[in-house]
């Protein structure tokens, strides 16, 4: 882990450096990716561990292919320092490479991002992202290296075969989330029957269990849309308009392009603000935050970023514990959510370490309105 971190660090100087330099794909590749696949166990200088333009089975080639026991595990497309990586050709491109050789990972970089893909998943390129690790400096998700380090670290020669085991959990996991919120939300008959059958109570009705399952898996209620109002009628003058601030603008503003590992944290994060009081909390999707209100009073909120959540709570900075590294105060920083603690979240191992404060939050609130 030390060795990842100083790479990382030694990287972070270069691109300072050499951003918006005009860094061509080769150079970045001898200074970047290169040097951090090295500290991440990949011998370059080994064909039989990294085999350099590698050519797949339909004749193309890819910059580089992660070898164990000489058999790619791992395709890894290069660009230049400056490429956003936003291309959804370039992205088409190495997972159809992966795909077609069949290797189930493949990584799209710049040498500071890497966009780690599963080229099984059916759909579309774009969509098969699981997750994004970024090594800039000046990255607005405000990791520190050793975080960095962690992450980067899945990539790791030693652990290769843990993108399969993490790539199982995140997209299946998605899938099945995906099926029950369909039948949850469309009150599915065969669903209620199935947990009508499994209740000790034969007095409790279907329309009873269709209620109990909106307020436990947090439906929303039908937005209210107030009636157009003719500006041109009535007295000449012009009718206030309803101020549009705080509106919920839809979740699809929130999730779109983002890894499948960071929706699926906000996923877990959801359910355990509902699951604390079911019929008390309600969730809005604002410009900047999601937002999970009891009463009035919002009691958690979170942005999404390429590489985790960022969540806010509506708690004390002295109620942080000692030691505690995922958090920190943010009473006296300007910031887009509600609450004085904010929290870096990562995975879904990390969800877990914060239950006991996003239930504190719920709580401390909950009894500013009683």
């Known amino acids: 882990m030390k060795d990842v971190i100083s790479t990382i660090e030694e990287l972070q100087a270069l691109v300072r450096k050499h951003r918006n330099s005009g860094l061509n794909e080769l150079t970045t590749r001898t200074m970047f990716i290169d040097k951090l696949l090295g500290s991440l166990g990949w011998d370059v200088a080994d064909p039989a561990e ?38 959804v050709k370039a992205i ?12 189930n990972w493949c990584v799209l970089t710049n040498g500071v991002n890497y966009k780690v893909y599963s080229s099984r998943e059916t759909a579309e390129a774009r969509k098969k992202l699981l997750f994004e690790i970024s090594i800039d400096p000046d990255n607005k998700d405000g990791n520190r290296a050793m975080q ?26 998605a899938k099945v989330r995906q099926a029950l919120d369909r039948l949850v939300t469309e009150q599915d008959s065969a669903l209620v029957n199935a947990i009508r059958k499994t209740l000790d109570d034969s007095n409790i009705a279907p329309a009873q269990i269709r209620a109990a399952l909106t307020r436990i898996w947090g439906i929303p209620a039908p937005p209210v ?83 985790g ?31 004085k603690v904010e929290l870096q979240i990562d995975s879904s191992i990390a969800l877990r370490d914060v239950q006991f404060l996003v239930a504190l939050a719920f709580h401390k609130c909950a009894n500013k309105i009683i």
């Open 148 to 173: 960095m380090a962690e992450s980067i670290g899945r990539l790791a020669r030693e652990r290769a075969g843990l993108l399969d085991q993490l790539g199982d959990e995140i997209f299946t996991t």
């Open 225 to 307: 849309v107030p009636p157009k109002i003719d500006a041109t009628k009535g007295n000449g003058k012009r009718k206030s308009v309803p101020d549009k601030r705080g509106r919920d603008i839809g979740e699809n503003s929130h999730v779109d392009g983002k890894p499948a590992e960071v929706i699926e944290v906000y996923r877990g994060l959801d359910r355990m603000c509902h699951d604390i009081a079911p019929s008390q909390v309600s969730r809005r999707h604002l410009i900047k935050h999601i937002a999970w209100i009891v009463g009035k009073t919002t009691f958690c909120s979170a942005h999404l970023l390429q590489s």
């Open 92 to 103: 088409t491109q190495v997972v159809g490479y992966a795909a077609n050789g069949g290797v």
């Open 50 to 87: 990294v085999e350099l333009e590698y050519t797949t089975i339909d004749g193309k080639a890819v910059d580089y292919a992660l070898k164990i026991d000489n058999k790619p595990v791992i395709f890894v497309e290069a660009k230049a320092l400056d490429n956003q990586l936003t291309d």
């Open 309 to 339: 959540l960022k969540v806010w709570l509506n708690i004390e900075p002295s109620d942080i514990p000692a030691g505690t590294s995922f958090a920190r105060d943010v009473s006296k920083i300007g910031h887009w959510g509600v609450g």
